[in-house]
């Protein structure tokens, strides 16, 4: 049973706001919210991990509603740089279970 | 600072070869992760040590398959009699925290059995 669901890919333009959701109804009360970015050619890079309502840092936002059951991914201004994939992962952070999914495809296009 | 580093970074073998692969996890982290990762799919999860302990197996594939990380250190995957369907981008990633989702990757090893 996947313990998350997210689209298989977008699109957008440079400039752009984009918003990425992923569904977990199945989260557990230990469970953090972790996302990574994948480039072509190189291994995933931690974005951003959270437990509940809303946390930012440099490259980000997540955004976690009061029920838990999704979270949104939100990158502001992306730029073509940003086209990668990006997963959603959720799990006990003290007890390795890392499931990587196929991720979502961001494409930006000029 | 230096990140994790993995080496070959090519690895191309005959079936039926054995092949090692290495990861050199960033210094002070406390755990190393394995994993394989086909074409256009995300990372799969092998196996994974705290410190020098193998705490979970789980996910090698078959007994072809085994690590160590002897001085909790510097990790070897080793894949025994290679097959075809062993061909894949091999990642290593490391946590400073045990078990945690926050890791880092390294630039894979891509392995060709031939």
């Known amino acids: 049973l996947a313990k998350t669901t997210q689209p298989i890919s977008m699109d957008s333009y440079e400039g752009q706001e984009v918003n990425i959701t992923c569904s977990h109804n199945?989260?557990?009360?230990?469970?953090?919210i972790t996302w990574y970015q994948q480039f072509p050619s190189q291994g995933p890079r931690f974005i951003i991990q959270?437990?509940?309502t809303k946390v930012t840092n440099e490259v980000a936002s997540l955004f976690i509603p009061a029920d838990r059951k999704s979270s949104t991914l939100s990158l502001p201004r992306v730029s073509l740089s940003d086209t990668a994939v990006y997963y959603c992962?959720?799990?006990?952070?003290?007890?390795?279970?890392?499931?990587f999914g196929a991720g979502t495809r961001l494409t930006v296009k000029p | 600072g230096a990140g994790v580093s993995q080496s070959p970074r090519y690895k191309v073998t005959k079936r039926g070869q054995d092949v090692a692969l290495r990861c050199d996890p960033i210094?002070?982290?406390?755990?190393l992760y394995w994993y394989r990762q086909a074409l256009g799919q995300g990372p799969e999860f092998l196996t994974y040590?705290?410190?020098?302990?193998?705490?979970?197996k789980s996910g090698l594939p078959n007994d072809r398959f085994s690590a160590e990380r002897p001085e909790g250190s510097i990790s070897t995957l080793t894949i025994q009699r290679t097959e075809q369907r062993d061909s894949a981008m091999y990642r290593c990633?490391?946590?400073?925290?045990?078990?945690?989702?926050?890791?880092?990757f390294g630039p894979g090893t891509r392995l060709t059995v031939t």
């Open positions: 990633a490391s946590s400073l925290a045990q078990a945690s989702y926050e890791q880092y």
């Open positions: 210094s002070g982290h406390v755990s």
């Open positions: 040590f705290n410190y020098e302990a193998q705490q979970d």
């Open positions: 199945n989260i557990a009360t230990n469970d953090y």
């Open positions: 959270g437990y509940k």
């Open positions: 992962l959720v799990g006990d952070n003290n007890n390795n279970d890392m499931r």
